[in-house]
């Protein structure tokens, strides 16, 4: 039973703040997506309208053809995994696991059935009695998701689940968040502020800013490919220099960095290049050279990085980060070039 | 610090509590088995006299129904009260509280003035034509109840507001994200957390209700005599002292023994009480 999730639309406001503009998604059935972003994106505020504790200004919510949009939280049969667990503490592990059954009528037996087996398939079976205060985050984190998942809801979704465990349990975890929902194939929306957390675990990933999403895409498109400065940056694109195109010729076109410098970048290895663009990189995008075509730079504090050497480089575009070759060691004050390449650079839109 | 330091910090306390509680009890509760007729003697005198065994049931079932009655508007009331906005919610309590102000003699005589033979709601309900001659609502069981809810309301509402704004919102999210109908929230989530709170206020209440005096004498008078008021009688009236200390030995063992059933059913309810 595997359904689609449709949001359309959707806009939030608390009191005159519109928190969402006009945000759609669509989660294909049996997917992952994350919503990725700092606090404050809004990725928060649409679990919430998804799960109905919170009701949109306009827009709407779709379960396969199911409209949620008016439906109390209570009738929409979603599987929800909280930040802190949100385990019932007046009842026992067992009794948190069947909550869900007993709401749905299914009789005693049959529920404790159901729970056992679910316990058994987290690894929790052997502290069905003890109640939630008696455990630690890592447990408790795995009897919600056994309480999420034994009600076999069409959608499953997570606000921050990791955020509270340490960072050994945390890459465990999520490992076995994704091999359960994988193999249960249930259509998954997970909230996170942690990218490393939300590429290794999703399918599609959508970077939120502002109540937008800004790109949604695999995690390896966004990590490569950033659609616009914003994911740029978020992705660890540390250099995003503004750039000018002063002439064409043919594929080979001559852009002018601010201060003047220039270079001859070729549309066959960059993609198209607009008259006002920003050159994206990381600091391994970027070649220190002693000489030749590129941008000067003065450089300055060198950090030793293991498998390279990173500078801070002055330039007349501002201060730029690139990380040089081990064999060849530049001292600080020196005179040097920095020479883009073309496969981890991305040609952007300038920011407004 | 060391420990013994650490004890130090409580030994003004613990010599106040000795002094002015363990030991008075103590000696008063001794009184009453020194009689020459028998041990028991002043407890045997005191049930075999139907007169005073009315009186302990009777204040039993008041302080009973007040306490019930206490907890059911003070639980709908700080319901309402901890899901309110914070500025609004400390005016509320505020409000809720206002009454705790005054004392208890002026809050109890202020019934005389609404209840009495030409009171306010006889007044009002005379004026109505609703009735056609004054009711007698004061010294009966009914006015004895009515002041003292009005009286320990508010220690409710103050009590279960703290623990119900202690429930987490998540918690009740996920109920309702599991299924929970509201009114299966209510009973299967918010009332089971809430039962700390309301063993507490219980308490406060049954044992402020069940050892009143001021209320009972203004409002109940001769007829609706309480154990507050039969005590006072024996030692200051009767010069009965230890008639009176057995009054007070009957009290404290019966209040400790509802306390002991209240907090019995809240391990019931809630494993996470105390």
């Not at chain 1, 049959?110 to 630690?136: H, I, Q």
């Not at chain 2, 609404?114 to 007698?136: Q, T, V």
């Not at chain 2, 200051?236 to 306390?259: E, L, P, Q, Y």
Request: net charge positive.
């Amino acid at each position: 039973m595997t359904v689609s999730l449709t949001i359309e639309n959707l806009s939030a406001h608390y009191g005159q703040t519109q928190v969402l503009k006009d945000l759609s998604i669509s989660v294909a059935a049996g997917e992952l997506v994350s919503l990725l972003g700092s606090s404050g994106c809004g990725k928060t505020t649409t679990l919430r309208i998804v799960a109905g504790f919170l009701q949109p200004t306009s827009g709407n919510v779709k379960l396969g053809d199911r409209d949620l949009t008016t439906l109390p939280a209570h009738a929409r049969d979603i599987g929800l995994v909280f930040q802190n667990y949100a385990l019932f503490p007046h009842l026992t592990v067992q009794e948190n696991v069947a909550f869900g059954l007993k709401q749905r009528g299914i009789s005693s037996a049959d529920r404790a059935k159901r729970a056992t087996a679910m316990l058994e398939r987290v690894g929790l079976a052997n502290l069905a009695d003890r109640l939630p205060g008696a455990l630690s985050g890592g447990q408790k984190q795995r009897v919600a998701l056994a309480r999420a998942l034994v009600i076999e809801p069409p959608l499953l979704m997570f606000d921050e689940p990791l955020s509270n465990l340490d960072a050994k349990l945390r890459v465990d975890m999520r490992v076995e968040i994704r091999q359960l929902q994988k193999a249960n194939g249930t259509t998954s929306l997970y909230v996170t502020h942690d990218q490393e957390e939300a590429f290794s675990i999703s399918d599609r990933v959508a970077i939120m800013n502002a109540g937008r999403i800004m790109q949604l895409d695999t995690p390896e498109v966004l990590y490569q490919k950033p659609a616009n400065a914003f994911v740029a940056r978020f992705v660890g694109f540390e250099n995003l220099i503004p750039m000018k195109t002063v002439a064409r010729d043919g594929a080979i076109v001559t852009v002018e960095a601010a201060g003047g410098a220039r270079l001859h970048l070729s549309q066959d290895v960059f993609g198209p290049i607009k008259d006002d663009f920003v050159l994206a990189t990381r600091p391994d995008g970027l070649v220190v050279r002693q000489e030749g075509e590129g941008i000067p730079t003065t450089l300055g504090t060198r950090t030793y990085l293991g498998r390279a050497y990173q500078y801070k480089c002055e330039t007349a575009a501002g201060e730029i980060t690139a990380n040089g070759a081990l064999s060849e060691l530049f001292e600080p004050g020196a005179k040097a070039v920095l020479v883009p390449v073309p496969e981890q650079c991305c040609i952007l839109a300038p920011e407004k | 610090m060391n420990k013994f330091a650490k004890w130090g910090l409580t030994l003004p306390a613990t010599i106040a509590v000795v002094l002015l509680l363990v030991i008075p009890v103590v000696l008063t509760i001794a009184t009453t088995f020194g009689e020459p007729k028998g041990v028991f003697s002043t407890y045997t005198a005191f049930f075999n006299s139907g007169f005073r065994t009315n009186i302990l049931y009777r204040t039993l079932r008041i302080a009973l129904i007040t306490t019930a009655i206490s907890l059911v508007i003070g639980f709908l009331t700080a319901y309402v009260i901890a899901q309110m906005p914070g500025r609004l919610k400390s005016i509320a309590i505020i409000a809720a509280v206002f009454p705790l102000l005054t004392g208890v003699v002026v809050r109890s005589f202020a019934w005389l003035i609404i209840l009495g033979k030409n009171g306010i709601l006889n007044s009002s309900l005379l004026s109505l034509g609703i009735i056609s001659e004054p009711l007698s609502m004061l010294y009966t069981e009914g006015s004895v109840i009515v002041a003292m809810v009005y009286l320990f309301v508010p220690l409710m509402i103050l009590t279960l507001t703290g623990v119900l704004e202690g429930i987490p919102r998540d918690v009740v999210e996920a109920s309702a994200s599991l299924g929970a109908k509201p009114i299966a929230t209510f009973f299967q989530v918010i009332l089971p957390l809430a039962v700390p709170g309301l063993i507490v206020g219980a308490v406060l209440v049954f044992t402020g209700s069940f050892t009143s005096y001021a209320t009972p004498q203004l409002l109940g008078g001769e007829q609706m005599m309480m154990m507050g008021t039969l005590l006072y009688q024996r030692a200051m009236v009767t010069f009965d002292w230890v008639g009176a200390s057995t009054i007070a030995a009957i009290m404290v063992v019966i209040t400790i023994a509802i306390v002991s059933i209240m907090s019995r059913i809240a391990r019931r309810l809630n494993p996470m009480a105390v």
